[in-house]
């Protein structure tokens, strides 16, 4: 358990954390140029190798040659008193010459290992070693320059006949082999690995030109490539950005076409096919919506319309019955003003519906200019009437604020959220009625704030929702139908403007925001 907990907590690498941040077709043309380097890597990588072995191969070879030939040569030409079998030693030679080494004494050495070292082809090293000292170090058709260091090299040699490179300070990478001679000495013999480097150098500077270009052109070539592949994703994406555009909520929604050229065979193709399928049923899906909210709008505007009147009679049949100017019995009497009272709440309840049916209908408002500073004094003097247990408060400013549209229907939104603030809270609540201009440019702020208990959280999301109450039993005994947020939304939305709710304990506030009308 702890080990999979540690790898979910685990952060991803930078380079998934990278791969995250790119797109599809980003993701595709990196994998495949990392797959290309890899592959001009790897052959690369075997032709170098390869060809070096091939080239050592040879050196080696002719470094095998050269050292026979010279080998042969010193046995050829040497006289029999220098391999020691006089007792005297080595004639003294006039024509001897050392090769740089000072502490040589070469002057009694024959002058074999000089003329065999010139007769070897190309730059063919060559030397003796005996006793210790290097006898006629000699290059074929050039200078031998051998530094101190260079001649210490020489003597370190192996004489076991295996090539080994040395690098000499003015001569450059060799590859010597060690032989023995007669007598303990050493023949010495190289080939130059200059040649051998440079084609190996030219290799590798060719292998990354060409395997760059390959790298940039297939960066170009597979960046158009993809994107002709994925081009059917991007109509994907684009139809579904068309999509979320579209206000869904608002009921009768046309969507837009189809993503075009759907070739089923293809992955992309079948995405495509099954999105224009899902289109197709959301559209159905909306239209069937659509058509049962246009159903549902027209049964309360017909219903509401059509109970205005009888209930009018029932109210009005009811207030005769009381007039009576004979006696009425006292249950008679209490009976026909509950009929009153009810036939009076419902027909209220009539005109809410009635008046939600024909804004959910698109019908329009007055557009008329209205003093909202007029309005919220207006709406505030009736509050104090109708709850003289709050505390009322104003805050308007100096000069009249002026919108656009219908002052009754705005009357009743101001209407209803003073009688929420009074019902909903508790004696000597402070209410401020609060109007402010340009809280957002060219806009008008028209707010309702109490310090009471606050309006529940749970109850928030849902509150303009119709038939919405805080406290079902207490709402109705009051006479609440639990529409008036719902027609304070509505008319506020009708009239352009929107509506925020602020509630905690001690601190609720709707704020309502309209545009300002100007001159």
């Not at 790897?42 to 050592?56: D, E, K, P």
């Not at 050269?66 to 024509?95: D, F, I, M, V, W």
């Not at 303990?184 to 060719?206: F, Y």
């Not at 919506?289 to 049949?317: M, N, Q, V």
Request: with cysteine; net charge neutral; aromatic share 4%.
């Amino acid at each position: 358990m702890s080990k999979a907990g540690d790898g979910a907590g685990r952060r991803p690498s930078l380079f998934r954390r990278w791969l995250r941040r790119r797109t599809l077709r980003g993701r595709l043309i990196a994998g495949l140029l990392a797959l290309l380097a890899v592959a001009c890597a790897a052959v690369g990588l075997a032709t170098y190798v390869g060809l070096r072995h091939g080239l050592m191969s040879q050196v080696d070879e002719q470094l095998g040659q050269a050292s026979a030939r010279y080998s042969t040569c010193l046995e050829a030409g040497q006289p029999e008193s220098y391999h020691g079998t006089s007792g005297n030693g080595p004639a003294k030679t006039a024509q001897s010459q050392p090769a740089g080494d000072d502490d040589h004494d070469v002057d009694n050495m024959p002058r074999g290992p000089q003329i065999c070292g010139q007769e070897q082809g190309g730059q063919t090293f060559s030397a003796w070693i005996n006793g210790g000292k290097v006898i006629y170090p000699t290059v074929a058709n050039g200078d031998c320059r051998l530094t101190h260091a260079d001649l210490t090299a020489l003597k370190t040699l192996k004489g076991a006949g295996h090539p080994e490179s040395v690098s000499f300070a003015a001569l450059g990478p060799y590859q010597l082999m060690a032989t023995p001679g007669r007598d303990g000495s050493t023949v010495v013999t190289g080939v130059p690995l200059g040649p051998a480097q440079n084609i190996l150098q030219d290799v590798e500077l060719t292998e990354a030109i060409v395997f760059g270009a390959a790298l940039v052109l297939t960066g170009l070539l597979g960046t158009g490539f993809v994107r002709l592949s994925l081009r059917p994703l991007r109509r994907v994406a684009a139809t579904a950005t068309r999509v979320t555009q579209l206000p869904l909520a608002s009921g009768d929604v046309t969507l837009p076409d189809r993503v075009p050229d759907a070739n089923p065979r293809t992955e992309v193709g079948q995405v495509a096919v099954a999105f224009n399928r899902m289109l197709g049923h959301v559209e159905s899906a909306l239209g069937r919506r659509a058509a049962s909210e246009a159903r549902l709008r027209r049964f309360a505007a017909d219903a509401s319309h059509e109970l205005r009147t009888p209930l009018a009679s029932i109210r009005g049949y009811a207030e005769l019955a009381l007039r009576h100017p004979g006696p009425v019995p006292a249950d008679i009497e209490h009976a026909l003003q509950r009929v009153e009272s009810e036939s009076e709440r419902m027909s209220v309840l009539v005109d809410e519906l009635l008046l939600l049916a024909q804004l959910d209908a698109g019908r329009p408002l007055a557009q008329e200019p209205v003093d909202l500073t007029r309005l919220a004094i207006d709406a505030t003097d009736d509050a104090r009437v109708a709850s003289a247990d709050h505390r009322w408060v104003l805050e308007l400013p100096q000069e009249a604020v002026l919108i656009r549209g219908d002052e009754h229907r705005l009357h009743q939104v101001l209407a209803n959220l003073m009688s929420n603030a009074a019902r909903h809270t508790p004696k000597d609540t402070t209410v401020t009625v609060a109007l402010a201009e340009d809280t957002q440019p060219g806009t008008v702020e028209l707010s309702v704030t109490d310090d009471g208990p606050g309006i529940p959280p749970e109850l928030q999301p849902a509150l303009f929702e119709r038939f919405v109450r805080g406290d079902s039993s207490r709402s109705r005994a009051a006479g609440s139908t639990g529409l008036g947020l719902a027609i304070v939304d509505a008319v506020t939305t009708a009239h352009g403007g929107s509506i925020e709710l602020d509630s905690r304990p001690g601190h609720t506030r709707f704020a309502i925001t309209l545009p300002r009308l100007y001159g």
